[in-house]
């Protein structure tokens, strides 16, 4: 098993910052691939950005340019940076962990809930 633990949520207005963290632990040995999805009131859950262990990295088109996914100095730890942050931006950011072409979905955060006033 695999626990995500998440922080960084909170309130802004349009165009400000906020930056989320998520550290995994347990069995990460089979962990290759962290990342952040959202998921906004009456609609599905969809990726936002994730990382893999070399380094490389997807972005959804609503977010590049303005989101930075990274890992952190300890192992299986990532940031999201979140930059010029749109209304639409609002949503339950949840933290995922997994091993990349396995064919699960891996584990999941609790949720940390991000709101952008405009």
């Known amino acids: 098993q695999v626990q995500l633990v998440e922080s960084g949520g909170g309130l802004v207005q349009a165009g400000g910052s906020l930056r989320l963290f998520c550290a995994a632990s347990g069995s990460i040995l089979s962990i290759n691939n962290m990342g952040w999805y959202r998921q906004a009131p009456g609609k599905q859950r969809e990726l936002v950005a994730h990382?893999?262990?070399?380094?490389?990295?997807n972005y959804a088109d609503s977010v590049k340019g303005r989101f930075t996914i990274s890992r952190g100095n300890a192992k299986n730890t990532v940031y999201l940076q979140m930059n010029s942050l749109k209304p639409e931006d609002t949503a339950v950011y949840y933290c995922?962990?997994?091993?990349?072409?396995?064919?699960?979905?891996?584990?999941w955060g609790q949720g940390t809930q991000v709101t952008v006033s405009s």
């Open positions: 990382i893999f262990s070399g380094g490389s990295t």
């Open positions: 995922n962990a997994r091993n990349y072409g396995s064919g699960n979905d891996g584990y």
